[in-house]
């Protein structure tokens, strides 16, 4: 083990155990602090776009805003300074969410104007995700996930057919309605045929003709009926990672793993597990 | 037991065995007749609102709404006094529900121009819920109310996930698309990420130029996709949920449960079944 | 058996074979004959509701409205007058919708501008389902519907959810939002809460205020996570459905019905099967 | 094996192996080739449809337009010369769209204002799915098209029952609304009724009297429900054609089926498997 990755000591120590841990009263005080200084500074973003808000408002939002800003930022540094990698965690997704939640602060001060920046600050909500260490819902999002990616090759092909429905079914609504119906380009189109397809209908754009018309309900039909493909692969693979035998107990003797959970034999072996 | 803990006898117990029961013919009777006047009261409520009718027959459905409101709260006092505990049934669910059924109406007299919160009696409806004890209906609840509860920790994780898309979403398309084609405000424009990942689409607020497009076409077949999500969960949870009291058949020697249906050895002693 | 239940003889014997059975070559040919017949009339019904069609084709569309109307009626005495019992045929689900389909042409005749009631017609086309005697589908369909049946207790409670659901939230929109933003009575915004809970959306009335906004919000996302109920409903009892025993083979002995598809003496009385 | 049924050699079978496989280095740069080809080209028809950027790269999207027809046209004659069977690939549906890939671009030189013509091409993007030989995604494929095909029946009178429904609930609303409020004929109405069932919902015609938004209502609920079936119908296929593969072996000893595909003693007597 080399100097830079020994795990940090004394006071650095005490912070990581604050900072990323949740056993400690500390811990867990800490993580609850800053689930609500999110939210709060969330809600700070959301409240400055409102016009009406920030006319009034303005200087007490700028205010907590640069407030929440010192304290991601003095957050930030502990993490830095605490973990053993710090070039390790400022690289990870959620070392660059931490960063992107403060930068558009101080870049607001530099580029005049960059008030468009700011939205991006709504980012910070993610970092919630990072404190959210509750057992329950991380077997949840565990079962989820599993379930999601065992069936990534089966959503891949389902993505694939709607994207070339929607380029067909788009370009063939741009011959049927043409301009004059609102139907200007292809891309607007296949637009459209999103809308449409997934059920959204805006109805900024709507077939006029009695063939763009008949089309048009094809696409929905076919919108509604095909939903039914994701939904039946996410159960079928939900069903069977729920069903999956959560003891990943490996027989002693023969090293087989898959038992049942309450299974006292090895069904490979037959030896005492 | 207490004196106040004794249940009700005499007139009152009959006025419980009515009221709270309907296994005699008259509680069914008593039955029958509520649901009838909780469903008229529920239509005045309704009609009421509709200004052509109320402008013709306001006269009549004041003094009907007066009717419904008086027999309610003869039923409330009966219910009152027939319990063992008036006070944990007033401050129960239902309890609550009851006197909101009522009270609307009683100040009206007081506040002139509450008529606002005349809507708030359409709640009486949901004082039917209590009416419906069929088995049959009382046994799908009951499933359908466990597997909703076993999918929460990942009903959970669902909704916190849709509720930061819709924050990162909405902020986004406030960014692309800006106040001048009508994303306001960042709250405005998670109004429309919802009304859009949800499939909703009311076309009120719609994304004009490319890239907005772009964007919500990304949020459309994200929303169509998703859905799949929680509808697996579900499913899997009320199969589960129905599937479990298949075979209670336990091992005769070790007393064992859960054997598949066709087993004929115990899996845990080997015994037969 | 009495004189009148006795099944037709001679020619009335030839007639039931063809109109209500599938085996001979002439009841097959009949039988596309009639679907052709059946979607050529709601064809007919539909152009003739089309202005710029009716204005053009009128006489046509005319001649061949009565052209139909007068081979359905043929076709229904021959049924009637083919059948054991004519007025169990009469009263039946199929012999409603076979009257139906031809006396609006006639009272055409009698009551002028009865053209609203010619659109009924449209109701022929149910016919077809008679027709459809095809194995598969039938197969089909049956499963489907004891699916459906079987579901129908939890299905009730989840529609009467939904329409409580409705009402109340139906009756927050309309305090919240109230007549000056379109929500002018409670049964309109009950419209509404339907349109927007379904995902529907049409955009014809839409919320304006922010807490307006904020109640659809929950709103979609409780109509976008529901959805799941009855999926999940469905999914559990098609998929019991289909594991069900297939074998419809009747004991030759007792005639009980319900065997195992393996089974080989019936369960009730022992007789080889 | 008659002379014209021989596999092509020499450089014939040079030129299948590179084009038609994809087990050599050469085999693999040609398909990534070609789909780069495909995408861009299909990107071309689409931005030649805008027409601000149509007006300033006309001529280099025809340029580019002209270069990826070539190519095509090439690839096209030797898949024609170096297969064994050229009249059969021709007339297959992969022939077909390799031929509509590249025949608009050579008539729009013939047919003047053949532009219409030209959105046909957006057809080649289908062409990439015979390219897209990945073993991960196939088995995806192959899964998704055995549960859709095992639930034709089902899903055929599912289908036959959305149109008899639209049908008459579309002359319903004919009925009720009528012309004055837009619907206008019984196909508009029925068109409407597929935006309404589906749940699209674009708004552009929506009920306006009571019971027409009463009638509505219940079509939304209907449309909200039902698609709980197509779901139901897929899951149930998916989840049967998924658990397929599994082992189908039977016990030597007691001829039990139904093992775990790794088992390896019998679950009912112990014997080896």
Chains 1, 2, 3, 4 share one sequence.
Not at 72 to 86: A, D, G, K, N, W
Not at 137 to 151: F, I, T
């Amino acid at each position: 083990m080399t100097e830079s990755n020994r795990p940090p000591t004394g006071w650095r120590h005490r912070v990581h155990e604050i900072i990323f841990e949740a056993d400690t009263p500390l811990g867990k005080a800490f993580d609850v602090g800053l689930i609500l200084l999110i939210l709060l500074s969330t809600l700070t973003v959301m409240l400055e776009s409102v016009q009406t808000i920030s006319a009034s408002y303005g200087t007490v939002l700028r205010a907590a805003e640069w407030g929440f800003t010192i304290v991601f930022t003095v957050e930030y540094f502990l993490r830095l300074t605490s973990v053993t990698r710090p070039a390790k965690y400022a690289g990870s997704f959620f070392g660059v969410v931490d960063l992107v939640a403060i930068v558009p602060t101080y870049l607001s001060l530099i580029i005049p104007g960059g008030q468009a920046l700011l939205a991006v600050r709504a980012l910070r909500l993610l970092r919630i995700f990072r404190v959210l260490k509750l057992a329950h819902h991380l077997e949840g999002a565990r079962v989820l996930w599993r379930a999601l990616r065992a069936s990534r090759y089966k959503i891949t092909v389902f993505l694939a057919t709607i994207i070339t429905l929607v380029t067909i079914l788009g370009s063939l609504i741009y011959l049927v309605e043409g301009a004059e119906h609102g139907f200007t380009s292809i891309p607007l189109s296949m637009y459209w045929a999103i809308v449409t397809l997934t059920t959204v209908g805006y109805g900024d754009i709507a077939p006029q003709t009695v063939w763009g018309q008949a089309l048009a309900s094809v696409i929905m039909i076919i919108g509604y009926a095909i939903i039914a493909v994701p939904t039946g692969i996410i159960t079928v693979e939900l069903s069977r990672v729920s069903r999956e035998p959560i003891s990943t107990q490996a027989c002693p003797h023969c090293s087989a793993e898959g038992h049942d959970p309450d299974a006292v034999h090895c069904k490979l072996c037959g030896g005492t597990l």
